[in-house]
């Protein structure tokens, strides 16, 4: 009996401490067995027993200071914790950085590390306006970009001996809006709040250093992160797909990467949004404190979400927004593309739904936000109609509707192309709808956009404004009279991050028939 009750007791144990672990919300952002995720010199960094170890020797020093980025995604609100052992010279982990000008180089806020225990425990700015707290420092950054400390964690000496020197310690970094707080062992080494709104930054890379000089090695395992909620902002997920189609054509990375971009320069002081580029995200903790997210990429089997419709539906439990742009409205009919009508409130259904080129006229819109600021426009693109919506249009409002010419049913019946009843509808002359938003009966909110088969479509500011009016509302934003207005993007701005993408191949010339 004794026996039992200890195997109950241990399998009880294990059970809570096995709750607990998944309760605490971090995620594993190192597999521990390879560089999978990251990006760095692999000639510097290599994945070992558990652990990401980064060496410099005398036979090849390195001339700058180098990094290993997380490749998978960037880091906004957020606690980190992670071990870290250093058998020399100096090293640091990067937070909320940016690119610097040399390869594999990062600027920005440094969890600093030394072998020496000088350092360790501050807050310094590489390349980035220097020290910004050290160690036993509380400190407010001003406008002017220079720390004034403001209080005392303790003395840094003492501080500094909670750090065990050559051994493993834990690091715990803890980013809520515009401070950061910096614990090594449990123990609070610094905190830095940065009111220098013209230099601060909110999210970026996240990264470890090799420092310059003298040969070093360092060593950082159990890494893992957590997302904190956005309490001043609405956070924007945008899932980019991968290249496709001709240039200048689904260019889901491009147009992704230029909406969020103008909703961080012009509405940051109400949004903060990120793009995973390339398909689903690889990052874990992508969806944790996002308050929408919006796929722009290919359909049918290729569509991102295809094989993740339990984040879908994880999503829409917590009343997170879900929007879709252009080829992602389709899944394939069934099961993906009820989750997608769940979703946003419609999707394209094959054998039903078409797919033509035409020029959409939008003369009247509906009194409703995501119609703000939007004014009659003509303009060419893809534009699906025709879409399998939720029942009785229930939750649904059209945003962009217009009539579908004639020319639009030349194609004979197919999949995608045509079928009887949509003739029949374009005969009437039935206004279709092409921009819709939808309150999802659980709660949460969702848009499909047909439009943006042409990226230059971008530059038309109601389509544009009618796209991202759609991403602010969903995401739970008060849409102004004039609408979240962002400036016609310049052929610069259109350009930039465009896929390389290969010429398609010329269609085989049909065979002569053989004279008899």
Same mark, same amino acid.
């Given at each position: 009996m004794i026996r039992l009750i200890t195997a109950f007791t241990f399998f009880l144990l294990l059970s809570i401490s096995a709750s607990m672990a998944q309760e605490d919300g971090f995620s594993s952002i190192f597999d521990g067995k390879s560089l999978d995720g990251w990006k760095g010199d692999t000639s510097l960094w290599h994945a070992v027993d558990g652990m990401i170890v980064g060496e410099t020797s005398a036979e090849k020093p390195i001339t700058y200071n180098q990094f290993l980025q997380w490749a998978d995604g960037e880091v906004d609100d957020f606690e980190l914790k992670l071990e870290f052992k250093i058998e020399s010279g100096n090293s640091g982990i990067q937070i909320r950085s940016f690119?610097?000008?040399? @390869?594999?180089?990062?600027?920005?806020?440094?969890?600093?590390?030394?072998? +020496? +225990?000088?350092?360790?425990?501050?807050?310094?700015?590489?390349?980035?306006?220097?020290?910004?707290? &050290?160690?036993?420092?509380?400190?407010?950054?001003?406008?002017?970009?220079?720390?004034?400390?403001?209080?005392?964690?303790?003395?840094?000496?003492?501080?500094?001996?909670?750090?065990?020197?050559?051994?493993?310690?834990?690091?715990?970094?803890?980013?809520?809006?515009?401070?950061?707080?910096?614990?090594?062992?449990?123990?609070?080494?610094?905190?830095? !709040?940065?009111?220098?709104?013209?230099? /601060?930054? /909110?999210?970026?890379?996240?990264?470890?250093?090799?420092?310059?000089?003298?040969?070093?090695?360092?060593?950082?395992?159990?890494? /893992?992160? &957590?997302?904190?909620?956005?309490?001043?902002?609405?956070?924007?997920?945008?899932?980019?797909?991968?290249?496709?189609? @001709?240039?200048?054509?689904?260019?889901?990375?491009?147009?992704?990467?230029?909406?969020?971009?103008?909703?961080?320069?012009?509405?940051?002081?109400?949004?903060?949004?990120?793009?995973?580029?390339?398909?689903?995200?690889?990052?874990?903790?992508?969806?944790?404190?996002?308050?929408?997210?919006?796929?722009?990429?290919?359909?049918?089997?290729?569509?991102?979400?295809?094989?993740?419709?339990? !984040?879908?539906?994880?999503?829409?439990? /917590? &009343?997170?927004?879900?929007?879709?742009?252009?080829?992602?409205?389709?899944?394939?009919?069934?099961?993906?593309?009820?989750?997608?009508?769940?979703?946003i409130g419609g999707a394209f259904e094959i054998d039903y739904s078409v797919n033509p080129h035409w020029v959409a006229d939008y003369k009247t819109f509906p009194d409703h936000p995501v119609a703000n600021g939007v004014k009659p426009f003509a303009i060419e693109d893809e534009w699906y109609f025709n879409m399998r919506f939720a029942e009785g249009m229930k939750g649904v409002t059209p945003i962009l509707s217009a009539v579908a010419p004639a020319e639009t049913m030349s194609r004979p019946d197919g999949h995608h192309s045509g079928n009887p009843e949509v003739r029949k509808m374009v005969a009437k002359g039935e206004k279709q709808h092409l921009c819709w938003v939808y309150e999802r009966p659980e709660g949460g909110r969702g848009f499909g956009f047909t439009g943006c088969h042409n990226h230059d479509n971008w530059a038309n500011d109601s389509f544009r404004t009618a796209a991202v009016n759609a991403i602010g509302w969903i995401a739970g934003i008060k849409i102004p009279a004039e609408g979240l207005s962002t400036p016609t993007p310049s052929k610069e701005q259109l350009d930039a991050n465009l896929d390389p993408k290969p010429p398609r191949k010329p269609k085989p010339k049909p065979k002569k028939a053989k004279a008899k």
């Open positions: 690119e610097g000008g040399n @390869p594999n180089s990062l600027r920005g806020y440094q969890a600093d590390i030394d072998f +020496g +225990g000088n350092w360790v425990g501050t807050n310094y700015g590489e390349g980035f306006r220097g020290v910004l707290a &050290k160690r036993g420092e509380k400190t407010v950054i001003n406008e002017d970009g220079k720390p004034e400390i403001t209080g005392s964690l303790g003395d840094p000496k003492e501080l500094g001996s909670h750090v065990k020197k050559g051994d493993w310690n834990e690091y715990h970094i803890i980013a809520k809006g515009f401070t950061i707080v910096q614990k090594i062992n449990g123990h609070t080494m610094s905190e830095v !709040t940065d009111e220098d709104t013209d230099t /601060r930054r /909110r999210a970026g890379l996240l990264g470890f250093q090799l420092h310059v000089g003298q040969p070093m090695k360092v060593a950082f395992r159990k890494i /893992r992160l &957590k997302r904190l909620p956005l309490k001043d902002v609405k956070k924007i997920v945008f899932v980019a797909g991968k290249p496709s189609h @001709p240039a200048r054509t689904h260019e889901h990375n491009a147009g992704s990467l230029l909406l969020a971009s103008q909703l961080n320069k012009h509405h940051g002081e109400q949004i903060l949004a990120t793009v995973y580029q390339n398909g689903w995200p690889s990052d874990p903790t992508a969806f944790q404190n996002a308050d929408a997210m919006v796929m722009f990429a290919d359909g049918g089997q290729r569509h991102p979400a295809f094989f993740h419709l339990k !984040t879908l539906a994880d999503l829409r439990k /917590r &009343k997170v927004g879900i929007g879709a742009i252009h080829y992602a409205v389709e899944m394939v009919p069934g099961e993906t593309n009820d989750a997608l009508i769940q979703s």
